[in-house]
């Protein structure tokens, strides 16, 4: 009896026997791809209500958090770490957020600009890759005044942000700006009050520099929120828009593996690192009751994401990856 061949079975002898037949052919040699060794320009824009967010990155810092981090035992740190699959130093974030209101482009602070090699200073580029120019921010907000903040606002001689005011708690403006707590204080501290000066003097000159004090509405929609702590004026900025909120912390915190799961771990660069954990946990707090987005400087890019509590502590979950806008 003869038998039948299925159309399945036909179509796979077919596919073998061109398969061995291209075994035959000397496959054609093609020459190794160079590594590229760069990543996409350090953008991310999210929609709030009405406003345009985008995160901006300056790069990012090694931070020897083993040496830095404080009230928090080696081991217990190590386990947080090895948790997150890091280790010591970390590879840090330096994270500046610009908000278009429609009538207004407002930038929270400005990377380090050239005070800490060539892995930081890279915000220009980002603006300007995700549209922008310097001349076009009209506003420009400091959480506080340490340098990897404030260090973008010269460029060489050059105000960064020629038509921007600067707005910085005065409390921060007071204590930087002042000659008398520079002689004071120790030498390895000395260069970051020279820093500030040299930073701000210029937009004081051009009548640029407008402190404020307490809780202040800057501009409509983005109010400054006292957060003294990690600095004596550290702020926080509520940005709110068609009822939905982002919060941009600062330096509220600047180890997430670590600092969300026990807020009481502090930073050596904190001037007051009881204040900063009280405002810490104020903040976590406030944000997982609330629910809105949140925004902070040294969770990894683009660092917008969410809180919840968990256990004694609290989670972050970062931003979903959206095309949309």
Known sequence: ????????????????TAASGAALVPA??????PLVKTQAPGYYRVMLGDFEVTALSDG?????????????????????????????????????????????????DTGAGTLYGPTLGK????????????????????THMHPDHI??????DQRTFPNATVHVDKADVDYWLSA?????????????????????????KADKLKPFTGDT??????????????????STYAVESKGQKLVLWG??????????????????????????????????????????WVGAAHVSFPGIGHVTPEGKGYEYFPANYSTKQ
Request: proline share 5%; glycine share 6%; charged share 20%.
């Open 1 to 16: 009896m003869k038998m039948r061949t299925s159309p399945w079975r036909a179509a796979v002898a077919a596919l073998l």
């Open 28 to 33: 054609t040699a093609q020459a190794a791809a």
């Open 60 to 108: 990012t810092v090694e931070l020897p958090v083993d040496k830095l981090l404080t009230n928090i035992k080696p081991a217990a740190l190590e386990k947080a770490l090895t948790r997150a699959y890091l280790k010591a130093p970390v590879e840090t974030s330096v994270n500046a957020f610009l908000i278009n209101t429609g009538s207004k482009l407002v930038l929270v």
């Open 123 to 142: 915000l220009v580029s980002n603006l300007k890759e995700a549209g922008y120019q310097p001349e076009q921010v009209d506003a420009v907000l400091i």
């Open 151 to 156: 260090g973008g606002l010269m460029a060489g």
């Open 180 to 204: 008398d707590n520079m002689t004071k204080a120790p030498a390895e501290m000395q260069g970051m009050f020279q820093g500030a000066t040299a930073m701000l003097t210029p937009y004081v």
């Open 217 to 234: 509405e800057l501009v409509p929609g983005i109010k400054a929120m006292g957060a003294h702590g990690h600095t004596p004026g550290h």
């Open 251 to 292: 330096d509220l915190l600047h180890v997430a593996s670590v600092q969300f799961a026990d807020p009481s771990v502090t930073i050596q660069f904190d001037s007051d690192s009881k204040a900063a954990a009280a405002q810490r946990k104020k903040a976590f707090a406030d944000a997982a009751k609330q629910g809105y």
